[in-house]
């Protein structure tokens, strides 16, 4: 399977520890973008990399959250002093520049901070 | 700024019947569309898009949507369900080639398709 690997799956953490969530995109595919989905709602957008550079990032991403993509292949995003406000589903997507407008989700990795 | 409201937080249905999965939003701009589906413990998948072109896009699992520009909707329909269409349905809109692509979802329509 080729599709966008997330990991891990799930993550269980104290408040004020920090976390790191991993997403290999397609391969090729020079486009990945972060959403984070709560319960009942549905994704937010989060930021976007395009080939190893961010050129977007929401209000949503405070101070806390940082977002790497070195190389242009796989994408960390690594939150700080985590708050229970951060529980939720964090999705990555990935595209082809030649048809961006189809974006093939990952699992999602689940986070529930205690 | 893009919004998307999706009128049915809960849709029950008896597999078999029809269903409609009413999607609207707002845009000052041309917009292009999606539908997505998320079962459970899963990521998202692409039922359906509406870039140009005819206003009717027929999808995946039978699935399709009209555009409707004057109205501002993009409804969800199926003629026949089945069981295994129990799901969480999101529209969604892009910000398209002025930006970046990023999709703005609508809060989600959980279908539940009972025997």
């Known amino acids: 399977d080729t599709g966008v690997s997330q990991n891990p799956r799930h993550k269980i953490t104290k408040r004020g520890q920090n976390v790191t969530f991993r997403c290999d995109p397609i391969s090729e595919h020079n486009r990945l973008y972060w959403y984070r989905q709560t319960l009942g709602q549905g994704p937010e957008f989060l930021t976007y990399?395009?080939?190893?550079?961010?050129?977007?990032k929401s209000r949503l991403l405070s101070d806390r959250f940082s977002a790497e993509r070195p190389k242009g292949s796989f994408s960390t995003l690594e939150i700080q002093r985590t708050e229970q406000g951060d529980s939720a589903m964090y999705l990555c997507?990935?595209?082809?520049?030649?048809?961006?407008?189809?974006?093939?989700f990952g699992p999602g990795t689940r986070l529930t901070v205690t | 700024a893009q919004s998307v409201t999706q009128l049915d937080s809960q849709v029950p249905v008896f597999e078999e019947a029809p269903v409609e999965l009413r999607c609207n939003y707002s845009s000052s701009v041309s917009v292009y569309l999606f539908w997505y589906v998320q079962y459970p413990n899963q990521g998202l998948q692409l039922l359906l898009k509406?870039?140009?072109?005819?206003?009717l896009v027929k999808g995946i699992n039978g699935f399709e949507a009209e555009f409707n520009k004057s109205q501002t909707s993009f409804h969800l329909r199926k003629p026949s369900v089945h069981i295994s269409d129990t799901a969480e349905y999101f529209c969604a809109v892009s910000d398209g080639p002025r930006g970046y692509n990023k999709l703005i979802f609508g809060a989600g329509t959980r279908l539940a398709v009972h025997p």
């Open positions: 509406y870039l140009s072109g005819s206003t």
């Open positions: 990399f395009q080939n190893e550079a961010q050129l977007e």
């Open positions: 997507a990935s595209s082809w520049d030649r048809n961006s407008y189809e974006q093939y």
